[in-house]
């Protein structure tokens, strides 16, 4: 990776993060082989499509396979730089345990190719630790290879810790113009990692080591969540008093150092809803008011349920119009959506009587399966529904003026209609 000379990259894990990293790096002038478990999903890329639903990502995506730049597969072959992203799910038992079998995984299959020279960065959301965890299942994969901190010389290979700041929706603006935490091994592993970066990323590049770089990503969706959750605890205290909550917070936010967010159904994605249980699980004794954070933004879910169906059993027959599926507005991610729960979870119980309304859905998810609930657009939600219930923000919801609106009865969990309370 000296000089001119453009690294070969491999990126494991083609997802709402790898594809894009994937399609940067390779805008950047790097040969990138992208890997994937899905063969639909490579026989997709390799086409010059896309599977998931980001700005301006088909055009890139479009782009670098037909320069030659991208090209993608399911098994991983030999490059300089190996960049994982794969899912860190929660185990299935229950307890918020963070599963990292996929992130092992990767590693095991990148020790198979690795050679002296490589460096190797983990870009997956993962609990403390992980990366040097890593390092030690590919240092048993590679018994020849000297890894960093498992040996008193120069190692063979460089290992770190990198992970994304993005908003889905500006994914390739952020990947680009944000600044990165980048942690190594060791400072050799981390200075090797910031030459590959500094290659595509135009914000400011700080070098840690891994374990303060892995805390830095769980700590800023943490951050995120416990001010999500004062927010979503006072909508909670304002309905139980009869007050107007957006009424409360945009008078709170008049005063200079107060900046209350806006409350929602729920927290939803894969970072927000997730994240701060790996900090919980890692200190389970001391991560009091961010367990009580998750906890609260959990109960705000069943809060909007319940408010939902007390409003449909007072307009007995009425067919009902959830609006909005996806987690955050603007975007087809349903990972996690708190919106996609109510919304179900109002399928299972009233059956025929619900029409959802999701401009970036094809189809309903599997739980709405035999439930009778129905996929429609908004205008026949607005021609047939008597209740309207707004769990998402799109832009197609907020441009729906009074009178089209005038005689339903509606509950506004975003407060995107002012003239609603």
Same mark, same amino acid.
């Given at each position: 990776m000296r000089g001119d000379i453009k690294p070969e990259v491999c990126v494991i894990g083609l997802g709402y993060i790898g594809l894009p990293t994937a399609a940067i790096i390779a805008r950047a002038g790097c040969p990138v082989h992208g890997v994937d478990v899905t063969q639909n999903v490579v026989d997709t890329i390799n086409r010059g499509e896309i599977h998931i639903e980001e700005v301006d990502l088909d055009g890139l995506v479009q782009a670098v396979v037909q320069r030659g730049l991208l090209k993608a597969s399911t098994e991983v072959?030999? +490059?300089?730089?190996?960049?994982?992203?794969?899912?860190?799910? &929660?185990?299935?038992d229950g307890n918020h345990t963070p599963d990292t079998s996929y992130v092992m995984a990767a590693a095991k299959n990148v020790a198979k190719v690795l050679k002296k020279g490589d460096v190797v960065i983990l870009e997956s959301t993962s609990p403390v630790g992980t990366t040097e965890a890593m390092r030690d299942a590919m240092a048993a994969e590679r018994p020849d290879l000297a890894m960093p901190g498992l040996t008193d010389g120069q190692p063979d290979v460089s290992l770190a810790y990198c992970p994304e700041r993005v908003l889905p929706g500006k994914i390739l603006e952020e990947l680009t113009h944000n600044d990165r935490s980048i942690g190594g091994i060791t400072p050799r592993c981390a200075r090797k990692a910031l030459a590959f970066y500094k290659r595509f990323v135009k914000g400011e590049c700080v070098t840690t080591d891994a374990r303060s770089a892995e805390m830095t990503k769980l700590? #800023? $969706? @943490? &951050?995120? *969540?416990? $001010?999500?959750?004062?927010?979503?605890?006072? @909508?909670? %205290?304002?309905?139980?008093?009869?007050? *107007?909550?957006?009424e409360v917070i945009r008078l709170a936010n008049r005063h200079p150092r107060v900046n209350i967010l806006t409350p929602g159904p729920g927290v939803g994605g894969h970072c927000i809803a997730v994240d701060p249980w790996f900090i919980v699980h890692g200190a389970p004794? #001391? =991560?009091?008011?961010?367990?009580?954070?998750? #906890?609260? $933004?959990? /109960?705000?879910m069943h809060h909007v349920l319940a408010r939902a169906k007390s409003l449909v059993e007072?307009?007995?027959?009425?067919?009902? +119009?959830?609006?909005?599926? =996806?987690?955050?507005? $603007? %975007? *087809? *991610?349903?990972? #996690? @959506?708190? +919106?996609?729960?109510? /919304?179900?979870s109002l399928a299972r119980e009233f059956g025929e009587r619900v029409q959802v309304v999701e401009p970036y859905a094809g189809e309903l998810p599997k739980e709405f399966d035999g439930t009778g609930a129905e996929l429609v657009d908004i205008d026949t939600a607005l021609e047939e529904s008597d209740v309207l219930i707004t769990l998402v923000d799109h832009d197609v919801f907020k441009v729906i003026p009074p009178e089209e609106r005038q005689g339903k009865a509606v509950y506004d969990t975003r407060g995107i209609w002012p003239d609603v309370t």
């Open positions: 072959a030999p +490059a300089d730089v190996f960049v994982i992203a794969v899912p860190t799910p &929660f185990a299935k700590v #800023e $969706n @943490s &951050f995120r *969540d416990v $001010n999500i959750a004062f927010a979503n605890e006072l @909508s909670m %205290i304002a309905d139980k008093q009869g007050l *107007d909550v957006w004794e #001391e =991560a009091k008011i961010i367990r009580q954070a998750r #906890e609260t $933004n959990d /109960a705000k007072a307009n007995p027959g009425a067919k009902i +119009a959830c609006l909005g599926l =996806a987690f955050k507005a $603007n %975007i *087809d *991610d349903f990972r #996690e @959506s708190p +919106a996609r729960y109510v /919304a179900a």
